[in-house]
């Protein structure tokens, strides 16, 4: 049996929607050894201090997503990719309780656990060389401190904000939302992290 986290207790009592799968994925990842905490602002479980799978509650279905899921072997056909830019995570969808079942779920975790035993990397595929938006690059020659933070950021979070930023189809929209994101990037930190 896995240890609970009561900060986990707080974000199940406070779920809107998703509430019952929430709880069956819960006590079933904890039954199978898992640990728990609050990570993200979900619950994430761990093996061993790594982190193995988070759920994610989305308004069509809830899902628990596997940090290191393009290393295992989809043996039910159900994982499915987080989005075209994620290369690592790959995600179980339920949209009822029914859905969530102990069998499945074991088959998956067991061998998530044996990915991270084993001491398994994903190796990501070479992207090409990040192009920054013409609105970053002018901030960042105008601002050394803010770029020599950005380069400083890993690879990964650099890119998210790229992605972020390069998304936006007009210009003053790229330029607001690289202005609101200067404070993290000079933190250190990702644009989803607080």
């Known amino acids: 049996m896995g240890t609970p986290d009561p900060k986990v207790d707080a974000f199940v009592s406070r779920a809107k929607t998703w509430r019952g799968e929430i709880q069956k994925l ?7 050894g898992l640990d728990e905490g609050l990570k ?9 201090g790594k982190n193995i799978a988070i759920i994610q509650p989305f308004k069509a279905h809830c899902a628990l997503m596997f940090f290191k899921g393009a290393l295992l072997e989809d043996t039910h ?20 309780e029914a859905q969530v079942t102990k069998k499945v779920l074991k088959s998956y975790v067991t ?13 990501f595929k ?28 890993t690879p990964g979070r ?9 998304s936006a189809k007009q210009s003053r929209t790229r330029t607001a939302r690289i202005e ?3 404070p993290k990037i000079l933190a250190g930190k990702g644009l989803q992290e607080d």
């Open 40 to 48: 993200w602002g979900k619950p994430c479980f761990m093996f061993e």
């Open 77 to 96: 056909g159900l994982l499915r990719s987080q989005g075209e830019n994620t290369q690592s995570a790959l995600r179980l969808e339920f949209t009822s």
């Open 180 to 182: 609101k994101s200067i």
């Open 111 to 123: 061998q998530a656990i044996a990915v991270e035993k084993e001491g398994r990397e994903v190796e």
């Open 126 to 153: 070479a992207k090409d060389e990040l192009e920054l938006p013409e609105e970053l690059t002018q901030i960042l020659k105008k601002d050394r401190k803010l770029a020599k933070a950005f380069e400083a950021l």
């Open 158 to 166: 650099r890119r998210g904000y790229v992605l972020h930023f390069s």
């Open 26 to 32: 819960r006590s079933i990842l904890l039954d199978l």
